[in-house]
């Protein structure tokens, strides 16, 4: 069994900074690559940031400069660092692991539950 859980968001001014934090746990043998995504009211899920086992990022155009995606491997945890917050950034921020139990040959994605942060003065 593998779990993932998100924390860290809130109620913020635009302007502000938030740090999201997600570890995973239970019977991880490794974890390939991370990301978070973020989904709006009414709009589909997106992928926002993205890091690979070896540290390689990527972010979106919409929060490049801004957002900053990190890992703690020894943790099996990964951070969305997020500055200059903007009202369009409001969502529920769900994070994402490429995940192997033991005894499984495979890769598997898993999801946490979702963190809702809302930019606004």
């Known amino acids: 069994q593998v779990q993932l859980v998100a924390s860290g968001g809130g109620l913020v001014q635009p302007g502000g900074s938030l740090r999201l934090s997600c570890e995973a746990s239970g019977s991880i043998r490794s974890i390939n690559a991370m990301s978070w995504y973020r989904q709006a009211p009414g709009k589909v899920r997106v992928l926002v940031a993205h890091?690979?086992?070896?540290?390689?990022?990527w972010h979106s155009d919409s929060v490049k400069g801004r957002f900053t995606i990190s890992r703690d491997n020894a943790k099996n945890s990964v951070y969305l660092h997020m500055n200059s917050l903007k009202p369009e950034d409001t969502a529920v921020y769900f994070c994402?692991?490429?995940?192997?139990?033991?005894?499984?040959?495979?890769?598997?994605?898993?999801w946490g539950q979702g963190t809702q942060v809302i930019v606004s003065s």
């Open positions: 890091i690979t086992s070896y540290g390689s990022t």
């Open positions: 994402n692991a490429d995940i192997r139990q033991y005894f499984s040959g495979s890769y598997s994605p898993y």
